[in-house]
């Protein structure tokens, strides 16, 4: 690492400058107040799912086995699963028929086991595997979908009888690419959380190009996850509203249908917040731990700036990436417009998302950058590295006036049109 100062540990409020408070507004600091325990939230949310939803309890049967899958991001995870998997006992289903399926990437970035909020003698029953996209003895063929793709899902998933994805929502932005942890299909729709995620290397790759589709083919990706959820039979998910460095703030549940809209809607109330005119100058701060600390996370704030920063501003991003991106990406960000020309006459329709904003923000405002990268790696990308809060510091206290944007990846500033780049679920 290269900051001596973990940014995940910085609060922008504590480095804002005392004198500073009436210049700046604020973005992205839910109402901590109003948090609940994840575990009865979550409860809750499955006694009482979105309307006209049935109660999970009249789709069990006690011989059941059942999946469920779990994603990167979702706070309090063993919480939300130790509520699910006791009713699910309740209603008749056995701890040794339930299996958590997650990830490779799951495994790694998880700091707790899934299970660890369980009863001791219930959580040694239920399984925990890692889906393995390459380990082709592991994955089962399902169907040939409209489209003419053949799916491959995690056999644990061919074999259950009762599927429940437990994720996160997240806001579609520019082109509907980042509801992932990855550049690709994604936005805000609720089987995102389990598909293709849980599908084999094929399929993954088809939803995740390293060059971006038209809105139509995306459209396309999205109504063959609602065709391979129909074919799975899937009828209940679980899905959380991220309440930045607190607690779930809200749990919604039951059949995608309803949740597609409920569950944005609610996003949307917490996260979103008027900004009354775009500013000079705005300080992000991306929050959260290592499952949060992305690329796709960066564009994200990248992207929601350019509805509320103004021409010729400045950006200071705080994080704690530690990875540099691909060195294609850099690679691509080096070239010069002539390069460019020669190679695409589209730029747009031949560069990532990620590499079209970062290029977007670096051509039209001054971006710093504070992270634990090299200061090498973030000059390549064409932004200024920031080695310690007091530069920040510095920073805020030249500007007449400013956005405080914490938990940047989840908070939605709105400009005065009342509109971020970003497109809605439907």
């Given amino acids: 690492m290269h900051n001596c100062s973990n940014p995940t540990l910085i609060t922008l409020k504590s480095i804002q400058p005392s004198n500073s408070t009436e210049r700046y507004e604020y973005c992205g600091f839910p109402d901590v107040s109003l948090a609940r325990p994840t575990k009865a939230s979550t409860l809750e949310a499955i006694l009482h799912p979105i309307s006209p939803s049935p109660p999970l309890a009249r ?3 006690p011989s059941d086995r059942i999946a469920i899958t779990l994603e990167t991001s979702m706070p309090d995870a063993p919480e939300c699963i130790s509520a699910l998997i006791e009713h699910l006992c309740e209603a008749g289903a056995r701890p040794e028929h339930i299996t958590i399926l997650r990830t490779e990437r799951e495994c790694r970035l998880a700091d707790r086991d899934p299970r660890a909020s369980l009863p001791q003698a219930m959580a ?15 994955l089962a063929y399902l169907a040939t979908t409209a489209s003419s793709h053949r799916v491959y899902l995690s056999r644990v998933l061919s074999e259950a009888d009762l599927i429940i994805p437990v994720g996160t929502v997240r806001p579609i932005l520019g082109d509907g690419t980042l509801g992932d942890g990855n550049l690709g299909y994604g936005g805000h729709h609720v089987n995102n959380c389990w598909f293709p995620r849980f599908s084999d290397s094929a399929t993954w790759e088809r939803f995740h190009p390293r060059i971006p589709r038209d809105r139509q083919s995306w459209d ?4 063959e996850s609602d065709e391979v959820a129909w074919l799975l039979g899937l009828q209940f998910l679980v899905l959380g509203i991220s309440g930045g460095d607190t607690p779930l703030r809200d749990i919604v549940a039951g059949r995608p249908a309803e949740l597609q809209g409920e569950s944005w809607a609610r996003y949307k109330k917490v996260w979103h917040r008027p900004v009354t005119e775009r500013v000079p100058f705005a300080i992000a701060n991306i929050s959260g731990g290592d499952s949060e600390q992305t690329w796709p996370n960066l564009a994200r704030v990248l992207l929601k700036a350019q509805g509320v920063l103004a021409e010729n501003g400045v950006l200071a991003i705080c994080c704690h990436l530690q ?8 690679l691509l960000l080096k070239e010069n417009d002539e390069t460019r020309h020669k190679t695409s006459r ?5 560069e990532s998302l990620l590499v079209r904003s970062i290029r977007h923000a670096t051509e039209n405002w001054r971006v710093y950058l504070f992270s634990n990268l090299q200061p090498s790696v ?24 400013g956005l405080l944007w914490e938990n940047a ?3 939605l500033p709105m400009n005065e049109n009342g509109s971020v780049p970003y497109t809605d679920h439907a």
């Fill in 59 to 61: 789709a069990i049967v």
């Fill in 124 to 138: 040694d029953k239920v399984q925990c595997m890692t889906h393995r996209r390459k380990a082709r003895e592991k």
């Fill in 220 to 223: 396309e990706l999205r109504k």
């Fill in 323 to 330: 990875q540099p991106p691909r060195r294609e990406l850099q």
């Fill in 346 to 350: 589209s730029r747009p329709e031949h």
């Fill in 378 to 401: 973030v000059e390549s990308l064409r932004m200024i590295p920031v080695e310690k809060p007091a530069e920040l510091q510095r920073l805020m206290s030249q500007q007449d006036r």
């Fill in 409 to 411: 990846q989840f908070a």
